[in-house]
Structure formats: C-alpha cells, structure tokens
C-alpha cells in the first residue's frame, strides 16, 4: 500500500507571496491531519479534514486554511507568507477518530521563506 | 499551553543500554497515548500506543508504561541500537468525539556505538 506523498518536497518562496501544499492520503484513509514542525516547537497542528469538512483546528491565523477533495487528497495554503512560516510543513492519514488512531506521515514540505 | 511535554530535549545512551524516554500530560482527559520516532528529511513513523486502561504495552524492543496518577508515560528501548537514534515524539488523544493528536516538543536520542 502506498504511503502518504506531499508536494512539493522544498519550496522557496517570498514574504507577501503565497503557497499552496498538496498532500495524497493512503488509499482508504479519510482524514487528513496537517502539521507545521520548527525547532523547538514539536508538531503544530494547524488541522483536520475528514471527509471534505474541516473538523478540527488549532490556532493560527487565517492566512493558514486547507480543503480536501472527494478522494480524501488536501491541500494547504498560506496567504501573505511571512518569514516565520519557514518550517517543515507535514501531513498525516488516518482511518478518521477510531482505534487504531495511529496517524501516518508523509515526508514533509519543507516551506523556507525568503 | 503545552499539554503534552518532552522535558528532555536530547538524550545519549550507549548502545546495548536501556534507553528511556519520558513524557508528561496535564489533560486528564487523554485515555490514548502513542509515540512516534522521526528520522531527518522523513515524516515521523508510528511505533508504540498505549490505552488508557493498560498500564503497560510491549513490542519487542519498545516498552511504554503509563502511570495515569502522575500523568506521565515513558518509552523504553532495549536493548538500543545505533538505528534507534532519531527524535521521539509523544501524543494523546481523547478517544471519544472527534479530537485531535497533541503531539509533545520531542526527545533527541543519540545511540553511541
């Protein structure tokens, strides 16, 4: 079964630019977890799609939304890029809020801002 | 306000050794705990989970125990191999309701040959 994929992998970009992140699922997973990691800060979940809907999300600004598509694919996407939005941005699959709640990861995108 | 916390930022144990990983949680709501480890330019892999009403969960090398008085679960790696060296990432959950992972600031272990 074929793992989580993220693209792109790096992107370098502008402050005031924007960005969009696509991240594919495993096959028959519905929900989609997105995190932004920086040093010293761990995993900040930014949020989770399941089933085209927003269910949960966590505290950044409204320059940080996503969406998800029929096939359980998401995007993510910064408006108005500031340089502290240089991270390591990763998506997680998961079966969607039942046992096993194990979430599985792609590589990441890393996201530096210039 | 950080509900899940890795105090230790890094840790070094020589290989053979026990190595121990601790994390602590002030949301007594959390009944589900899991541990992931992630390796430089790769997303975090899944390793070991622990239910609220165990106290203990063994797969083969990895060992994580739960004392819900304290708050606080451990991963233990034995014995730990250079392979093992990567940074270690506790989370919970609460299982009822649609809830989110939160995810602690991480643990470097450095297995030294």
């Known amino acids: 079964k074929a793992g989580v994929t993220q693209t792109p992998r790096y992107l370098i970009k502008t402050r005031g630019q924007q960005v969009t992140l696509s991240c594919s699922p495993i096959s028959g997973h519905r929900s989609v977890s997105w995190y932004q990691q920086t040093p010293g800060q761990g995993l900040q979940f930014l949020f989770e799609?399941?089933?085209?809907?927003?269910?949960n999300k966590g505290n950044f600004p409204g320059r940080f939304s996503g969406r998800q598509f029929s096939n359980s694919r998401s995007e993510m996407n910064v408006s108005t890029l500031e340089l502290g939005d240089s991270a390591l941005y990763l998506c997680?699959?998961?079966?969607?809020?039942?046992?096993?709640?194990?979430?599985?990861f792609g590589p990441g995108t890393r996201l530096t801002v210039t | 306000d950080q509900q899940v916390k890795q105090n230790s930022p890094s840790l070094s144990v020589q290989e053979g050794r026990i190595s121990i990983l601790n994390c602590d949680y002030t949301?007594?709501?959390?009944?589900?705990f899991l541990w992931y480890k992630k390796y430089p330019a790769e997303g975090p892999t899944f390793l070991i989970s622990i239910s609220s009403i165990k106290d203990k969960n063994e797969d083969g090398r990895f060992t994580v125990f739960l004392n819900k008085s304290a708050k606080h679960l451990s991963l233990h790696i034995v014995p730990s191999q250079p392979g093992d060296s990567a940074v270690y990432f506790c989370?919970?959950?609460?299982?009822?309701?649609?809830?989110?992972?939160?995810f602690g600031t991480g643990t470097r272990l450095t297995i030294i040959p």
């Open positions: 997680a699959s998961s079966l969607g809020g039942r046992v096993p709640y194990e979430q599985y």
């Open positions: 799609y399941f089933s085209e809907t927003q269910r």
């Open positions: 949301n007594s709501m959390f009944d589900y």
């Open positions: 989370a919970a959950i609460k299982s009822f309701g649609n809830e989110k992972l939160t």
